[in-house]
């Protein structure tokens, strides 16, 4: 976890805001997948993925598949319930979310106008 850094704490009245996380690799405009994030993010903060899974109100198999890039957080309180359970600020999971899909759009389109006949969807 070296370079890796929780910036931005804000503390008033005894409650900490959520924080954010900075990655030199992010920052530097490198692509991480997004369940590579969230897995860096839940790393630096010490928690299993059962945890997060209990704080999020939904399985630790779905944190797992999630991590690993088998499943998608393709719903709006999936990405709140997440955020809030990794405390880390929703715009700034909203934000990895939105270039996770714009990366993989755009390496989905240079697949599909390299090899059509693989791009059709299946039946």
Same mark, same amino acid.
């Given at each position: 976890? !070296?370079?890796?850094?929780? /910036? =931005?704490?804000?503390?008033?009245?005894?409650?900490? $805001? @959520?924080?954010?996380? $900075?990655? @030199?690799? /992010?920052? &530097?405009?490198?692509?991480?997948?997004?369940? *590579? %994030?969230? *897995?860096?993010?839940? &790393?630096?903060?010490?928690?299993?993925? /059962?945890?997060?899974?209990?704080?999020?109100?939904?399985? #630790? !198999? $779905?944190?797992? &598949?999630?991590?690993? =890039?088998?499943?998608?957080?393709?719903? /709006?309180?999936?990405? %709140?319930? %997440?955020?809030?359970? %990794?405390?880390? @600020?929703?715009?700034?999971?909203?934000?990895?979310? *939105?270039?996770?899909?714009? $990366? #993989?759009?755009?390496?989905?389109?240079?697949? *599909?106008?390299?090899?059509?006949?693989?791009?059709?969807?299946?039946?």
């Amino acid at each position: 976890m !070296q370079g890796w850094k929780v /910036v =931005g704490i804000n503390v008033k009245n005894g409650d900490a $805001t @959520p924080k954010w996380v $900075t990655f @030199p690799d /992010v920052e &530097a405009g490198k692509y991480v997948p997004l369940g *590579a %994030l969230l *897995a860096r993010v839940r &790393a630096l903060r010490g928690l299993s993925q /059962v945890v997060v899974a209990d704080r999020a109100g939904m399985k #630790a !198999q $779905t944190v797992s &598949a999630i991590e690993r =890039g088998i499943y998608g957080i393709e719903r /709006v309180p999936m990405i %709140l319930r %997440l955020a809030d359970a %990794l405390d880390i @600020p929703r715009v700034q999971l909203f934000e990895w979310s *939105a270039r996770h899909v714009e $990366t #993989a759009s755009s390496r989905y389109a240079k697949y *599909a106008s390299a090899r059509p006949e693989r791009a059709r969807p299946r039946s």
